[in-house]
């Protein structure tokens, strides 16, 4: 009896241990999303701060880790602490704005410049954070 146990046992683990290597191996290999081939919700950065200060939660529920296409006035352009480049696009409350880390650098974005980016929305910090954005032509 204890024989017969023990290998109902050892099956069930071998059947989870081969699920999870099946399951890692197919989460390790995910194709990444690529925001150039996402349609972008479009929008302002002001009305994209404002959306986010009237009611975080429902803003979450619309922008967040969805494709955003901001249009706006670069207000500052800058580095990340890992090397990429990073524009922050003004609004109507000088205290915040749209901070967009590019996946590609710019090198010709000045401050002052009107400019239309695609991101993937990662919420509000001090600020609206786009991640992996891409310059909009």
């Given at each position: 009896m204890r024989k017969k146990n023990l290998g109902?046992?050892?099956l069930v683990i071998l059947i989870l241990a081969v699920?999870?290597?099946v399951i890692g191996y197919r989460m390790w290999n995910k194709p990444n999303r690529s925001v150039a081939n996402e349609a972008g919700?479009?929008?302002t950065a002001a009305d994209l701060v404002t959306a986010y200060q009237a009611d975080e939660n429902a803003a979450?529920?619309?922008f967040l880790d969805k494709a955003i296409?901001?249009?706006g006035t670069i207000s500052a352009v800058d580095k990340s602490?890992?090397?990429k480049s990073t524009i922050m696009l003004s609004s109507d409350d000088?205290?915040?704005?749209v901070y967009?880390?590019?996946?590609?650098g710019a090198d010709n974005l000045a401050v002052g410049t009107p400019v239309k980016v695609k991101g993937f929305c990662s919420g509000m910090l001090s600020d609206v954070r786009l991640r992996d954005a891409v310059i909009v032509k």
């Open positions: 109902t046992i050892l699920a999870g290597a919700i479009a929008i979450n529920a619309k296409e901001v249009s602490q890992d090397g000088p205290m915040t704005g967009c880390t590019l996946k590609i």
